[in-house]
């Protein structure tokens, strides 16, 4: 199953991060493209790199499964491919048919190059430094943030009226808005506590924890935070760290009783962000346009979808113009998206991808090998906490949220080393 390209140039697990490297810098975005320059000119040079790291892949990856379609059945990863093909079809009746086309041809070669991963990938070494570099990409990204706000303060500390912080971080070279940076930053945080937990403090590693806590603080994204405690509850549970975290729990809330009149208001004001008390119930207008979704979807919509990508934006645009929104590009939420987009099917198929994932890696956080335990049990972790922002955002099945592709092939990594031990 080796590439020619192996064996004339590099190694393959050389060539494998190659690979990645390609994909890492066709998934970053350098300008902001609003719904009806997608919808009227899908391809631009603003997107450039994400053409040429398509075409690259493409030119190098296809050859090697047609070779190999055995590498993507009765697996995890033939379920992304049973999606993946979901959504080329829905490039038929798509509100943009081209845009649906290319994004769908975009994740069929990122889940190409999973499949070709797992094939390369031969042992747990190998496969915790591949891990290793997926969250070093998210280091650098969020490093990258924390550059543009020092070089381009500007553009990079976005005004959020009478919030605590008057400004909220974005990503400027690349762009990254501040929920994206959230993301970031909590799987720093959880990544970097992980591994001190089960391994050994190291400078590195304290650095990245710090690195990741300031850039949460800095998005003030709430439902990142939250979510963030609550993955960090189970981690020390899991740990059975339950002194330390009956300790946190018992200074936080002597503090907050003893300077409860000064603290406590300078905390409503941070999650606050000096939004008023409907945007705040609502989750910033959220309940109401899911709502409203729910009210207007016919049946041939549930069924079969608008069309990947498209079709989100498009009811997107339209609900964000009735609320003053105009430019509204997604409509919060994976679930009702993945309906949108391509039906009830689509939804049945990501709750079974889910499950399996989910399943492989809890039983394998309790493996009596302890790379194996604490690779599992990492992704395990990260994977919650994707899961719950999955009902917040809607980014959790796209070509570039690396995050959740590697997860994806850890599980089945998994999988198949359990089968060969039955």
């Known amino acids: 199953m080796k590439l020619q390209v192996d064996s004339r140039y590099l190694s393959p697990i050389a060539t494998l991060y190659l690979f990645w490297v390609i994909a890492f810098l066709g998934g970053i975005s350098f300008a902001y493209r609003d719904n009806l320059t997608v919808m009227n000119h899908p391809l631009e040079s603003n997107i450039i790199n994400r053409i040429l790291a398509a075409?690259?892949?493409?030119?190098?990856?296809?050859?090697?499964?047609?070779?190999?379609?055995?590498?993507?059945?009765?697996?995890?990863?033939?379920?992304?491919?049973?999606?993946?093909?979901?959504?080329?079809?829905?490039?038929?009746?798509?509100?943009?048919?081209?845009?649906?086309?290319?994004?769908?041809?975009?994740?069929?070669?990122?889940?190409?190059?999973?499949?070709?991963?797992?094939?390369v990938i031969k042992s747990s070494q190998q496969l915790h430094r591949w891990i290793s570099l997926g969250w070093s990409w998210q280091a650098c990204l969020v490093l990258s943030a924390v550059f543009g706000a020092i070089f381009f303060p500007t553009q990079a500390l976005v005004s959020a009226p009478n919030a605590f912080l008057p400004w909220m971080l974005?990503?400027?070279?690349?762009?990254?808005?501040?929920?994206?940076?959230?993301?970031?930053?909590?799987?720093?945080?959880?990544?970097?506590?992980?591994?001190?937990?089960?391994?050994?403090?190291?400078?590195?590693?304290?650095?990245?924890?710090?690195?990741?806590?300031?850039?949460?603080?800095?998005?003030?994204?709430?439902?990142?935070?939250?979510?963030?405690?609550?993955?960090?509850?189970?981690?020390?549970?899991?740990?059975?760290?339950?002194?330390?975290?009956?300790?946190?729990?018992?200074?936080?809330?002597?503090?907050?009783?003893?300077?409860?009149?000064?603290?406590?208001p300078v905390a409503a004001d941070y999650l606050r962000r000096g939004q008023s008390d409907y945007t705040l119930l609502t989750l910033s207008c959220r309940t109401y346009w899911w709502k409203?979704?729910?009210?207007?979807?016919?049946?041939?919509?549930?069924?079969?979808?608008?069309?990947?990508?498209?079709?989100?934006?498009?009811?997107?645009?339209?609900?964000?113009?009735?609320?003053?929104?105009?430019?509204?590009?997604?409509?919060?939420?994976?679930?009702?998206?993945?309906?949108?987009?391509?039906?009830?099917?689509?939804?049945?198929?990501?709750?079974?991808?889910?499950?399996?994932?989910?399943?492989?890696?809890?039983?394998?956080?309790?493996?009596?090998?302890?790379?194996?335990?604490?690779i599992a049990s990492e992704c395990f972790f990260v994977l919650v906490l994707l899961l719950c922002r999955s009902f917040f955002v809607s980014s959790l099945l796209l070509h570039s949220n690396f995050p959740f592709l590697f997860i994806v092939a850890t599980a089945e990594y998994l999988r198949r080393r359990q089968t060969s031990f039955i």
């Open 170 to 264: 974005y990503g400027v070279y690349p762009r990254i808005n501040s929920n994206g940076l959230a993301q970031m930053a909590a799987i720093l945080v959880i990544v970097s506590l992980h591994r001190i937990l089960g391994e050994k403090p190291t400078l590195m590693r304290t650095c990245m924890l710090i690195l990741g806590c300031g850039t949460l603080f800095l998005t003030q994204t709430r439902h990142i935070f939250g979510i963030t405690l609550f993955v960090l509850i189970l981690l020390l549970i899991y740990y059975r760290r339950l002194t330390l975290l009956w300790i946190i729990g018992i200074l936080l809330s002597a503090i907050l009783l003893i300077f409860s009149d000064n603290l406590l």
């Open 292 to 374: 409203t979704i729910w009210e207007h979807l016919t049946c041939p919509v549930f069924f079969i979808g608008d069309g990947a990508f498209a079709g989100s934006r498009h009811w997107a645009a339209m609900l964000g113009a009735s609320i003053g929104e105009p430019t509204r590009i997604t409509l919060d939420n994976l679930w009702l998206e993945l309906i949108i987009d391509n039906g009830i099917f689509a939804v049945l198929i990501t709750l079974l991808l889910i499950i399996k994932m989910l399943h492989i890696l809890w039983i394998f956080t309790h493996s009596q090998d302890k790379e194996i335990k604490s």
């Open 55 to 119: 075409g690259l892949l493409c030119a190098t990856l296809m050859p090697w499964l047609f070779r190999n379609l055995s590498a993507t059945k009765k697996s995890i990863i033939s379920l992304l491919s049973c999606l993946a093909g979901l959504r080329l079809i829905s490039s038929l009746w798509s509100y943009s048919p081209t845009w649906t086309l290319y994004r769908s041809l975009e994740f069929i070669i990122i889940v190409t190059l999973l499949a070709y991963s797992i094939t």
